[in-house]
């Protein structure tokens, strides 16, 4: 930090980066963000991160898209081959008039010969207004529901899971509710990296007494911490939670009133947990029987205690049946709707929560309202003045790339989701978006996705654009621009807007604030909540009175279900899609790093984050490593079904023999070639945390 000489002007908005939500205040000097300060969010309580405070100066990247660009006829076939300083062999530049244009003609041109031929992915690092137009430009504009973001590779199993069972997708209380509990357990989430500051919530909850019971195949940085350290086999979570709620009906630790009172399916459940006891559990999940019950009668017999957990729960095939075990072991110990005790999705993307909340979703309209319900999309197309459109759900994320290939789908618009890098399998979804007929990318920097597109539309970055965002804690905050779009670049709801008004619609919007207030009308999540509340002051939603500041616990009288209760679903033992053999021995699991964002765009445009991570890692046992023949610093080769990449080799302890954890950042050894597109059924998310691989030394990168 320097003194106010450094900066002309100061601006208080969000950090752009993950789902905790911290305010910060820009310091500004000839419209460039200088340095930066936590302030007193309610998330953040002054505190920031690395990338918070670190991560800013991408959008001042020379890389930064200022003119909208469109394919040249004789570009050279799509593929991942532009060079984003050495564009101009692909692209021409064009006018904003002529790229919308051309945008919409081709969108239109499909739309007539089958509207479903269009799919869109919008973004959970755009605004809730801007996500909230994304969803209604494909319903209201194309008459269907192929809309999806980011979402399914990340909680969409949580979120089903929980409306499943409590009615509601959204966390049952803030994380900074772990100030009032005495146990907690954090499972599948490695928050010290991904979500930072919400980790130093945790560690202060230790430091004054509070048991923290960490469950991870990894032995993440969170172990120093733990009271309890659970690093169980991966996939075995379901085998793992069913013999720890098995102790609990079995020493009848569980809160009989509450389960009278609050609960349905009670019966069914007791029956089910018999057949996992401790003792047969213990050698599928890893973990000892005396250690479960242990955790059992700890979690058991708290007076107030939380469940975070993460993508190493979302993100398997059984993804929805993990978070219906976290949902019972609440359920069962009373855990649910009081000061301290609670369930708690640690949500990923800044807004992530937001755009779920505005419906950028194929199953639901904004507030998680059903397509199915005629009088749900009524309610809607009488706000929108339009013809009603498709009551079937629409594709998901990995449904969509599927159906290109099939010939189904012939034209996308993508805005700011990267999925030639963030898809399982991610030559084939390449594949997909090579074969588009037509592809519109609206983005900040020449993505490896935008390499396919047909047109390219400059944005604006979250540092450039006004809008509110909904963070992990339901907190609904204003973003502000700090510095204005580079040169011809656009905020995304204008470039929304004019796509909408050439394909017909009569939208009419001026600003952010227009979106907003019409959301309000079919959004009961947003009652009492207003524009003007919000330019002062972040609110939690449910906020019951214009006075409220909001709830930070819900479910305190009842669910919002039919008859008010919460189900317990059983859950079976699903195995991985794919398990190792002798062709493919180990056990992939990828995940994020702390300086390094998703797939990169951001991070690895940035001096500082790039300077402290500056090359694609894998991490394995140094034991492993040994037995491989590989030193720590050698490069090695990874293979898969799906393909293979080469990366440096780091010796880490925290991973257990035989398992590989690759970050998602880095093209140069992307991931997401190797992982597996399996689909949980029920929340259509792909197993990304678990491929069978094989790892060889390789000679270089
Ligand atoms: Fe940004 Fe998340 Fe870090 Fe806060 S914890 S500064 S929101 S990345």
Redesign the pocket.
């Known amino acids: 930090a320097g003194d106010s000489k450094d900066y002309d002007r100061e601006v208080k908005s969000v950090?752009p980066?993950?789902?905790?939500?911290?305010q910060?205040s820009f310091k500004v000097k000839d419209d460039k963000i200088k340095y930066v300060e936590?302030i007193d969010g309610p998330a953040?309580e002054n505190?920031?991160?690395?990338?918070?405070?670190f991560g800013f100066d991408y959008i001042h990247h020379p890389h930064r898209l200022t003119k909208p660009l469109i394919r040249r006829a004789d570009a050279p076939p799509k593929g991942l081959n532009v060079d984003p300083a050495n564009w101009q062999t692909h692209f021409r530049e064009a006018t904003w008039e002529e790229a919308l244009d051309f945008a919409a003609g081709g969108m239109a041109r499909l739309r007539d010969q089958k509207p479903t031929y269009i799919a869109g992915f919008g973004s959970a690092k755009c605004s809730n207004e801007e996500a909230y137009l994304f969803q209604k430009l494909i319903r209201q504009g194309f008459g269907h529901n192929n809309v999806d973001h980011c979402t399914r590779l990340c909680h969409a199993s949580s979120v089903a899971a929980l409306l499943e069972n409590v009615g509601s997708g959204a966390v049952s209380a803030t994380f900074n509710e772990i100030e009032n509990a005495d146990v907690a357990i954090a499972i599948g989430c490695n928050p010290l990296e991904n979500?930072?500051?919400?980790a130093t919530y945790f560690k202060q909850f230790t430091k004054r007494g509070g048991k923290l019971i960490v469950m991870d195949p990894r032995g993440h940085g969170l172990k120093r911490f733990a009271s309890h350290m659970l690093q169980f086999k991966p996939g075995a979570d379901v085998s793992m939670l069913n013999a720890i709620m098995h102790v609990i009906v079995e020493e009848e630790l569980y809160d009989r009133q509450y389960i009278q009172a609050m609960t349905e399916n009670w019966e069914a459940m007791k029956e089910h947990l018999k057949g996992f006891s401790p003792e047969k559990m213990a050698p599928i999940c890893g973990i000892e029987a005396d250690v479960l019950r242990d955790v059992a009668r700890t979690f058991a017999g708290a007076k107030a205690a939380m469940i975070f957990w993460g993508m190493g729960v979302s993100q398997h095939v059984h993804g929805t049946d993990n978070s219906r075990c976290l949902i019972s072991l609440a359920l069962m110990t009373g855990q649910v709707g009081r000061p301290g005790a609670g369930l708690h999705p640690l949500r990923g993307q800044?807004n992530v929560q937001g755009a779920s909340d505005a419906g950028l979703i194929p199953m639901f309209l904004p507030d998680y309202q059903t397509v199915e319900d005629d009088g749900v999309r009524s309610a809607f197309t009488t706000v929108w003045q339009s013809d009603d459109f498709s009551g079937q759900e629409g594709l998901t994320v990995v449904e969509i790339m599927d159906a290109i290939h099939a010939g189904d789908i012939r034209s996308m618009y993508i805005l700011g989701e990267n999925p030639a890098m963030s898809d399982p399998d991610a030559d084939h979804a390449r594949d997909a978006l090579a074969r588009l007929e037509h592809l519109v990318v609206q983005d900040i920097f020449l993505t490896e996705t935008a390499n396919y597109a047909d047109v390219i539309l400059p944005s604006s970055a979250w540092y450039e654009k006004t809008g509110t965002v909904t963070n992990t804690n339901r907190q609904v905050q204003m973003g502000r621009p700090v510095t204005p779009p580079p040169g011809d670049a656009k905020e995304d709801w204008w470039i929304e807007v004019e796509l909408a008004r050439r394909l017909g619609l009569d939208w009419t919007y001026t600003h952010p604030s227009d979106v907003f207030a019409e959301m309000k009308l079919n959004m009961q999540s947003l009652d009492n909540i207003t524009w003007e509340r919000l330019e002062r002051t972040a609110v939690t939603y449910p906020s019951l009175s214009l006075d409220d500041p909001g709830q930070p616990i819900v479910f305190v009288d009842g669910f919002p279900r039919a008859n008010g209760r919460a189900k317990f679903t059983p859950a079976n033992v699903i195995p991985p899609d794919e398990v190792p053999d002798t062709e493919y021995p180990f056990v992939l699991i990828t995940g994020r790093q702390l300086e390094h964002w998703h797939t990169g765009s951001m991070t690895r445009r940035s001096k500082v984050l790039d300077a402290v991570e500056p090359e694609a890692n894998c991490s394995l046992h140094p034991r492993t490593l040994r037995e491989l023949g590989v030193a720590p610093g050698d490069y090695i080769r990874l293979t898969t079904r799906r393909g293979s990449v080469t990366v440096l080799a780091r010796s880490d302890r925290a991973v257990s023999e035989g398992n590989v954890f690759l970050p998602f950042a880095y093209v140069e050894a992307a991931a997401n070639i190797l992982t597996n597109p399996a689909l949980d059924p029920v929340g259509k998310i792909p197993e990304f945390k678990f491929s069978a691989v094989r790892v060889e030394k390789a000679q270089s990168a």
């Open positions: 950090c980066y993950c789902g905790v939500g911290c910060i936590g953040n505190r920031l991160c690395v990338k918070g405070r979500h930072p500051v919400a800044n």
